[in-house]
């Protein structure tokens, strides 16, 4: 999509942040931001040159430290800079409270809706976007993929979330992209009227539903208060550590996905089969440095935007550096129903390993 910047930064425990950006005009949002994952943020925001920048917490974390702070602080010299939260935060670091309906500025392209979502806790929030002709929300912890977020936090209820779920997620277009905030599972994305069919909670009536809440069983790390704390503090001390961080929802298991190796890549490129997509979803800088020839490069964060295009293709094969990432594109794929999606195991590294040819710009 022209002039929309979309990343997805993970971190190892699971959490995924999101930037995005009106590249026209310079005008970005960073939703869920972890300290974990502050210095990749910085660098995208840097190499996107944005100037007017949204820092959003979707509500207050109890899993990992919110960067929200420390990016105004670093940013403030070369960007104009908003934190935001939803209205019911008791958090002191938003300089706006969102309601539900709310709009957020994103450029004259994109639409951004708040949605108040309150279950997993009180100030819980979703962003619903509309941009080039795409319709993707921002679910925070409150629905994630084949699962939704635990009930058993403070200021947590199962029956309010029962409500957001199925009265202000689930009214949305089906056809919308859901977007996590966590990965426990592996998958990157997923569509509404996939979780509708696959996601077990879903599927639940209410009373199902809140028993199922109740005696969900979840680990907690000790350290939760100390991170609560900091994200609602409005100027908090730098932590020492980033602890281990407190599992937010069920994960789902993740089935086999189908794999080929680099020796069967190369005589399928070398076949220059017409038919078939060879996928590099590694970042352009990585790819710049050293590429499988034959490959064009799709970064993991937009391959969403290109599935008409692997949905056309007789076989689609992905790569990346190991073949991690390009195995999460291939289970997510799969999961969405694409039966010709398949992951090169060894990626770059297992090609150079056995003495192939590379190419650098």
């Not at 979309?6 to 005009?25: H, M, N, P, W």
């Not at 929030?125 to 795409?134: A, F, H, P, Q, T």
């Not at 996590?180 to 592996?186: K, V």
């Not at 080929?260 to 790819?287: A, C, N, Y």
Request: with cysteine.
């Amino acid at each position: 999509m022209k002039d929309f910047f979309f990343q997805i930064i993970r971190s190892d425990e699971g959490c995924r942040s999101y930037v995005l950006a009106d590249s026209g005009t310079k005008r970005g949002l960073v939703w869920d931001p972890s300290l974990a994952g502050l210095e990749s943020t910085l660098e995208v925001v840097a190499e996107q040159g944005l100037t007017h920048l949204i820092l959003a917490d979707s509500h207050t974390h109890a899993d990992h430290f919110s960067a929200t702070a420390e990016l105004a602080k670093r940013l403030r010299d070369v960007a104009k800079v908003e934190i935001v939260m939803g209205e019911k935060t008791e958090s002191e670091r938003p300089g706006r409270r969102l309601r539900d309906g709310d709009r957020l500025d994103m450029g004259p392209k994109m639409q951004a809706v708040v949605l108040a979502t309150p279950g997993h806790t009180e100030d819980s929030i979703c962003l619903y976007i509309e941009v080039g002709g795409e319709k993707l929300v921002l679910t925070g912890d409150s629905l994630l993929i084949g699962s939704s977020g635990r009930t058993d936090f403070p200021g947590a209820s199962a029956e309010a979330l029962y409500h957001s779920l199925h009265e202000k997620i689930m009214k949305l277009p089906g056809t919308t992209w859901l977007f996590p905030g966590h990965d426990y599972s592996g998958y990157l994305f997923s569509r509404l009227e996939v979780e509708a069919k696959q996601n077990s909670q879903l599927a639940m009536d209410k009373s199902e539903f809140l028993l199922f809440k109740q005696n969900e069983v979840l680990d907690c790390t000790p350290v939760v208060p100390k991170i609560v704390d900091f994200n609602r503090a409005s100027s908090p001390s730098a932590p020492m550590h980033i602890p281990a961080a407190a599992i937010c929802a069920r994960s789902e298991p993740v089935p086999g996905v189908r794999s080929i190796g680099t020796d069967e890549l190369r005589s399928l490129i070398g076949e220059h089969s017409k038919k078939s997509l060879f996928i590099d979803v590694r970042e352009p800088d990585e790819v710049n440095k050293a590429r499988i020839p034959g490959l064009q490069n799709i970064p993991l964060s937009l391959v969403w935007t290109k599935l008409p295009e692997i949905a056309a293709s007789e076989s689609a094969y992905f790569s990346c550096q190991s073949g991690r990432r390009s195995g999460m594109v291939t289970a997510t794929l799969a999961r969405l129903g694409f039966s010709n999606a398949i992951n090169v195991a060894g990626g770059i590294q297992g090609w150079m390993a056995r003495g192939y040819h590379v190419e650098a710009s």
